[in-house]
């Protein structure tokens, strides 16, 4: 019996299949300094595990509004809108299983098969998979190297718009790269956003994680309310992974189709889990402040020993928990011409686990630069130390 043929244009998550292969040297009895998934190894703080429980106590067990609590859609109304400078409204916050279905709930909600959607690459690879497998064309938008770490080329972004262009994907703290854009960059991508009328799904899940300065958001900008769809996510910030918690916050004609997927496709988030939601959000966060302070420290670490490593550069990013450094030099230093076994023989000669720039899109035409992606978000300091250490001593080898 033959399977749908449109599974064919489903990718993946290709994060976990490092993990796999991390998992299987462990299992042989070698240690593991697992740099390859963005996870959090930070407790979530305890009043919001207490708020999920006193729900589960209270009965809140059963079916909700698949646009999710009235409380939880006012907390994130609010909450969203005054980080922004914005005035939302709970008809314009639709509550998901984390913030990954917001991705393919915007592409099933915008796009028609055919219709060309913008997205960026590297970046996150579930962009790309779901516009192709609900039929559209993803065009890919590349990052140039700059003084700062990457920046957009806007000039591609422009010669990529046709009139088959329906939207374009903004991952501003982008994962994997680490990148910010500058208020010009932000300003260019809504400028192009309005002369074409592009929708965009502007996906802010590190928006307040970050070490210092203050965030913005494309949303804010003039023009851009009516046309953004803004990715939120409580995985990051409170340290939720595993929860799945997450929302949409967009023009209420979107919202309301965004619901309507939601009835078809999960019914309704965990009903008890968006009470954790609501207290992480209008109670004690002193939690994120402390752990933002861990993934501070952990970030020098990591920044300051892959750039003392011969033929290693990492620019250290202001928000998230990616690193993305520059291993060209350290390649050729070990005579390996291919990213894939560069970080295969990493892990076998020193435990270290990490993914590389082709587990986030398809390279693009003119790209002379190797990168890996480090994420420092679920390994302790101390075993950084250990990790960088075992890791430099190979590539000075």
């Excluded at 005054?82 to 509550?95: D, E, K, M, Q, W």
Aim: net charge negative; hydrophobic share 40%; charged share 20%.
């Amino acid at each position: 019996m033959a399977l749908a043929t449109r599974l064919e244009k489903l990718g993946t998550e290709t994060a976990f299949a490092v993990s796999q292969a991390a998992a299987e040297w462990g299992a042989k009895g070698n240690h593991i300094f697992p740099f390859h998934l963005g996870d959090l190894n930070i407790a979530t703080s305890r009043n919001i595990v207490d708020a999920m429980n006193r729900a589960i106590a209270d009965g809140k067990t059963g079916y909700c509004p698949a646009a999710g609590i009235p409380q939880l859609r006012e907390a994130l109304a609010n909450d969203v809108g005054a980080r922004r400078g914005l005035n939302f409204s709970p008809a314009n916050v639709v509550v998901q299983p984390g913030g990954k279905p917001v991705i393919t709930k915007f592409i099933q909600a915008v796009m028609n098969p055919g219709d060309e959607v913008l997205y960026p690459n590297p970046g996150y690879p579930i962009y790309e998979s779901q516009i192709e497998y609900f039929g559209g064309v993803a065009k890919a938008y590349r990052y140039l190297p700059s003084s700062t770490g990457f920046s957009i080329d806007i000039d591609q972004i422009k010669a990529s718009i046709t009139p088959k262009t329906i939207a374009i994907i903004y991952n501003d703290l982008q994962n994997p790269i680490g990148a910010e854009s500058t208020d010009a960059e932000r300003e260019a991508i809504a400028e192009l956003a309005i002369k074409h009328n592009l929708w965009v799904l502007s996906d802010e899940a590190y928006f307040e994680m970050r070490y210092s300065g203050t965030s913005k958001s494309i949303a804010s900008l003039p023009g851009m309310l009516e046309r953004t769809v803004i990715l939120y996510t409580f995985s990051k910030k409170f340290a939720m992974t595993g929860w799945r918690l997450g929302a949409s916050i967009a023009p209420v004609e979107v919202s309301n189709m965004i619901a309507k997927l939601n009835t078809n496709d999960e019914s309704c988030t965990t009903h008890f889990v968006q009470y954790g939601g609501v207290e992480g959000l209008t109670g004690d966060q002193s939690g994120t402040a402390v752990m933002l302070d861990t993934l501070r420290e952990r970030r020098d670490v990591a920044v300051n020993m892959l750039n003392a490593m011969p033929g290693v550069s990492v620019h250290s990013p202001e928000a998230a928990f990616y690193l993305f450094p520059d291993v060209t030099g350290a390649m050729q230093n070990k005579g390996i011409d291919d990213l894939a076994v560069f970080a295969e023989q990493a892990l076998h000669a020193t435990g270290v686990s990490f993914c590389t720039r082709r587990h986030f899109g398809r390279p693009q035409p003119g790209e002379e630069r190797n990168y890996v992606r480090f994420a420092f978000s679920g390994i302790n300091k101390d075993q950084i130390e250990k990790g960088m250490t075992q890791l430099g001593d190979w590539i000075k080898k």
